[in-house]
């Protein structure tokens, strides 16, 4: 009898083995599939495991950004719904939240997305991608005040998040602010001056420069016009205004760069930030405290040229890889200086 036994449970072991190894070879032909962008197989491969273990919230978390991925958001919300209502908690509930809430915002349910952002904000208050989605799902419907309570929020837990600073950008930006967009898209190519949006924010950065004036005063863009009248920058909004309007049209080479629109920016960001530094007034809140605080630092260290050049590299390599050969010293000490802060 206990021979019968044990040639029984060794077959019911191998069983459950060769069930286990068969479940972890589908769960990684799933991710497989989903690193290389095939969303409809990875979908694929995700209910196929779900299938071999119901009660995994794991694979339900991995099958429901499948389906988010892929565009199927009814199922994605399902599925990471399920994950979400287990009232013992999960290891895969925080995740689970973004995409629950993502799954609602792509079926233009905003409301029921931001409600699931903030009851999982409460729940994990030091995720700060909670945060930026929450912000995101706002931005989209306009709540801009709303939208920047989040993303403040979400900068003191992480402040170099990028995609927290460009989306601070779009809502000045939307607001007819054009030096509040100005700002973030600063912050933005400092800490991703290489990814693959930087050259992108670069261009959005200098276009907002070419925004601010023209020379007939009755051709003046509306986008300057709503921060004179409306933003608490509006006395750098004017200094800008007299600044390109009586800056020199001739530009110098300097080291031997004959790229003069690398060379005016350079020299666009060292005045803002010797104008942000120089404001006589004691000013109060976010911006002027997590963004003016840092630039004017900045131009009073006198490192406003090679903090130009830097975040300049992402779309003029070369002719920056010029500039830093021949102010190495400078860029040196820019960098352990931006180390220490």
């Known amino acids: 009898m206990r021979f019968i036994y044990i040639c029984v449970f060794s077959v019911f072991s191998f069983f459950v083995s060769a069930q286990n190894s068969d479940l972890e070879t589908i769960v990684k032909k799933g991710r497989e599939a989903y690193d290389a962008g095939n969303f409809e197989k990875s979908v694929k491969w995700f209910k196929q495991a779900h299938k071999f273990d119901k009660k995994s919230e794991e694979i339900m978390c991995e099958?429901?950004?499948?389906?988010?991925?892929?565009?199927?958001?009814?199922?994605?919300?399902?599925?990471?719904?399920?994950?979400?209502?287990?009232?013992?908690?999960s290891d895969f509930a925080e995740e689970c939240y973004i995409i629950h809430g993502n799954s609602w915002d792509k079926q233009l349910r905003r409301k029921r997305a931001q409600k699931t952002y903030k009851e999982a904000i409460e729940a994990y208050p030091d995720n700060y991608l909670l945060c930026y989605h929450l912000a995101n799902s706002l931005y989209r419907e306009k709540k801009y005040e709303e939208a920047q309570e989040q993303l403040i929020h979400l900068f003191k837990i992480n402040p170099t998040y990028g995609s927290g600073h460009l989306l601070m950008a779009y809502i000045e930006y939307d607001k007819g602010e054009r030096i509040k967009a100005m700002l973030p898209?600063?912050?933005?190519?400092?800490?991703?001056?290489?990814?693959?949006?930087?050259?992108?924010?670069?261009?959005?950065?200098?276009?907002?420069?070419n925004q601010g004036v023209r020379v007939k005063a009755q051709r003046e863009s509306k986008l300057y016009t709503a921060g004179v009248n409306l933003g608490d920058f509006a006395e750098?909004?004017?200094?800008?205004?007299?600044?390109?309007?009586?800056?020199?049209?001739?530009?110098?080479?300097?080291?031997g760069i004959k790229n003069l629109t690398l060379i005016r920016f350079a020299e666009n960001t060292n005045y803002l930030f010797s104008s942000l530094g120089n404001t006589p007034e004691v000013n109060y809140g976010f911006y002027w405290e997590f963004y003016v605080d840092l630039f004017a630092k900045i131009n009073r260290n006198h490192y406003s040229a090679a903090y130009s050049y830097f975040i300049s590299d992402c779309k003029y390599k070369d002719d920056v890889l010029l500039w830093m050969s021949s102010n190495y010293q400078t860029f040196k000490k820019f960098t352990e200086w931006m180390e220490l802060q």
Not at 63 to 89: E, F, P
Not at 187 to 199: A, G, H, N, W
Request: no cysteine; aromatic share 14%; proline share 0%.
């Open 63 to 89: 099958l429901a950004l499948s389906y988010l991925a892929h565009g199927d958001y009814t199922n994605a919300a399902l599925y990471s719904g399920k994950v979400i209502a287990n009232k013992k908690g």
């Open 185 to 209: 898209l600063y912050y933005y190519l400092l800490v991703e001056q290489d990814s693959e949006r930087s050259e992108g924010v670069y261009d959005f950065l200098n276009n907002l420069w």
């Open 236 to 255: 750098q909004e004017h200094l800008l205004k007299e600044y390109e309007i009586n800056r020199d049209t001739v530009i110098n080479e300097v080291g």
